[in-house]
Each structure stands twice: as C-alpha cells, then as structure tokens.
C-alpha cells in the first residue's frame, strides 16, 4: 500500500512538474513567427484616385479600430480587456517609431491578406483578414496607407498588447496566418445581388460580425456556423455588451424592414423604430445608395437562417 502511495506521488509530482514547464514555456517563450508566408510582387499605383478609394475603404474597414479620439489620426486606441489580457489596435501613422513607416507595400498586403505582420509574428485575430476582396481594392488600401492624409499625421503613441496566459497560449498553439486565396473581381454594380453579397463577404466583412460564431469562414463565409443569423457577443469599452442581430429574412432579422428604412439605418445610424446603432455597429455613410440596395438585395435573396440543431 504504501508503495503503492509512494509511485502515485512521485507520478502526480512528475506532472505538476510537467505542467509547470508547460506554463513557463508559454508564459516566457518568444511568440511564433511565420517567416514562411511570401511577400508579394507588388506596383501598387499611388495616383488620387486609387487613394481616394483606400480612403474611403479605411474609413469603412479599419477607422473603427484604429481611430485615436485624442488626436483624430490612425494612432490607435485601448481595444479592452478580457480574458486574453489587454489590447491596443496599432499605431498605423505614419509615424517612423511608433507608426508603420517601415512597412513595405508587399509587407502591407501580406499583413492584410493573411494576418503575418512585418515582424513575421501574427497579428491578433481580431485584426481582419481581407482575404478575399479584390487586389484592386486592398491595393488602394495600401496607397492610402501611404499617403499624406491627415488621417495618418505621424502622432509618436505606443499602443502594447499584454496577454494573459491563456493568450499567449493560444498564440503558441492555436492561431495561424489565414493562407492566401485567390483574389476575386469585383462583380459590376449592375448585378445588384452579385455586388452586394461580395460587400458582404469580401469588401466589408458583414458576415464577420453577424454570424452566431466569431470562428468565421473567411475563405467560404456562407459556411460559417449560422451565416448571416446574428448572435455574436461585443464587448467596447464603456458599454454593455451588445448581440449582433440576425440580418436573414424573411422570418427573422429585417424581415419587417422595409427597402427604404434599410438604406436610411445604413447611412445614419438609426433603426426603424428610432433607436440608433451601438458600436461596433456604425453608420456606413460612405456607401452610396445602389451599394445598400445591392446588400438588400443580396440579404433578400439568401432566405432564412438554417441553424444546425446542438
Ligand atoms: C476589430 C478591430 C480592427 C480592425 C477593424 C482593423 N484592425 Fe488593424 N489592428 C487591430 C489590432 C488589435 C492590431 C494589433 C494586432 C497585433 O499587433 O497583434 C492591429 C494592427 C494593425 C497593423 C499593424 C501591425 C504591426 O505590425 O504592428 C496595421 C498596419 C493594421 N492593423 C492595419 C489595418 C487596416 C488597414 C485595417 C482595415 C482594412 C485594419 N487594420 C482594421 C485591430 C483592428
Ligand atoms: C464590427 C462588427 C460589425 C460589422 C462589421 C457589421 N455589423 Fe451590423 N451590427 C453589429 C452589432 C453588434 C449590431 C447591434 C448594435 C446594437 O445593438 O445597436 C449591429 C446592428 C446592425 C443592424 C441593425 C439590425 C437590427 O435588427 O436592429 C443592421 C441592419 C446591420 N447591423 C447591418 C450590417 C451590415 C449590412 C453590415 C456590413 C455592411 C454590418 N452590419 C457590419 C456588428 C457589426
């Protein structure tokens, strides 16, 4: 018996052992890096117009996040914390310190297409991947990137990340560049449902926040658990945690809306019944009408959400 007690103990003493080298190496270790994912070849043209559209896309895609109230630049902001431990968004000024001065335009896309940042370490997850818009649009967003906007004033901020244990964890074993895709071409704008379901999968990433799972599927978004059918939690600093809503018709979601009052909650903020959106939802008013319409009409065309029972 006593033998018996004596193995036991020396095997749990072995595992507490075990595990404790586990939590060092996490805790201690240096982040991956993924020096293997290939830069691109790149001439990205940098005359205004392909600058004005990158504005425009920033403004849509990434000024949410990466807003400085402060000083009304790109600098960054807190992004909360939460299990993961504590998070900025980047400084994306062009600042040569603290900014993204050093960023090559190849760097750039491959940070964008697949989440590998110019340091060959990986971006959090929460840091979109545009993997499948078109080349022509994530170049324009790389022309803005470089230009002299006021938006991207270099402003000296540091803006440090600081995991939790668990997240580090899930850097070391979990999280992995998204790998490229093939780039799509942006359906003509005539084709009301073509064009409204590539802003909604691949220009604005909709799906991303409305599906009933932050693990999206970025490469085949219709995939994605409960596409579209809401029932993601949000958490902003200095509000209570919001649901995203269904957005499938017509029994649930905008199913009572109408084409109008759709175009008007897009472009101002406000719902139907008066109330206005809570971030992170906010008012697309750079979209022009036709673009609304095509995204009605591209959510009218799916039906209503099919969701896999437990
Ligand atoms: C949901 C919030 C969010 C959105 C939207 C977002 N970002 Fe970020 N971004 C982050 C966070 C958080 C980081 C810091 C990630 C890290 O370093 O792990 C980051 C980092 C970056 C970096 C710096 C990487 C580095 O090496 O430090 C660049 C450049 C960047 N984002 C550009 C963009 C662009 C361009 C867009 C729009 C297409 C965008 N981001 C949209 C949250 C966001
Ligand atoms: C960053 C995440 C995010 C993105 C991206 C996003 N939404 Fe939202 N959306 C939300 C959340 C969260 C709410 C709920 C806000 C609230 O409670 O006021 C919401 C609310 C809405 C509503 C109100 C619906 C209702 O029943 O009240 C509509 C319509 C909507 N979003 C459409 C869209 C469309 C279309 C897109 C893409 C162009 C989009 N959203 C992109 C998170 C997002």
New binding site residues.
């Given amino acids: 018996m006593k033998n018996i007690l004596k193995y036991l103990g020396l095997g749990l003493g072995g595992l507490l052992m075990l595990a404790l080298i586990m939590v060092l190496f996490v805790q201690f270790s240096s982040p991956p890096t993924f020096e293997e994912v290939p830069l691109p070849e790149l001439a990205v043209a940098t005359d205004s117009a392909s600058v004005q559209a990158g504005k425009r896309l920033v403004q849509m895609n990434c000024a949410g996040c990466h807003l400085d109230p402060e000083s009304g630049t790109l600098a960054g902001r807190w992004f909360g914390q939460n299990p993961l431990g504590e998070a900025h968004t980047a400084n994306i000024t062009r600042d040569a310190a603290t900014g993204i001065a050093a960023y090559t335009d190849a760097e750039l896309y491959r940070l964008l297409r697949t989440g590998v940042k110019r340091n060959h370490e990986l971006a959090l997850p929460f840091m979109p991947k545009l993997v499948s818009m078109s080349d022509e649009e994530v170049e324009d967003i790389i022309a803005f990137l470089r230009s002299d906007d006021p938006l991207l004033q270099p402003v000296e901020a540091e803006r440090p990340i600081e995991l939790s244990l668990l997240g580090k964890a899930l850097v070391k074993f979990a999280w992995k560049p998204q790998p490229y895709q093939a780039a799509r071409v942006k359906p003509p704008r005539g084709n009301a449902v073509a064009y409204g379901e590539y802003?909604?999968n691949s220009q604005?990433?909709?799906f991303?926040?409305?599906s009933a799972t932050h693990e999206v599927n970025l490469a085949a978004p219709p995939q994605t658990q409960g596409y579209l059918a809401g029932g993601t939690e949000?958490v902003e600093p200095g509000q209570e945690p919001?649901?995203?809503?269904s957005?499938r018709m017509p029994a649930d979601?905008?199913g009572s809306w109408t084409e109008a009052q759709?175009i008007t909650?897009?472009k101002e903020g406000v719902?139907p019944d008066g109330t206005s959106?809570?971030m992170?939802?906010e008012a697309?008013d750079e979209l022009d009408t036709i673009e609304i319409r095509a995204?009605w009409a591209y959510l009218g065309s799916l039906g209503p959400a099919q969701i896999a029972g437990p």
């Avoid at 919001?242 to 809503?245: A, K, L, R, T």
């Fill in positions: 802003l909604v604005l990433l909709c991303a926040c409305h949000f919001v649901v995203s809503p957005l979601g905008l759709f909650a897009m719902r959106f809570l992170p939802m697309y995204i």
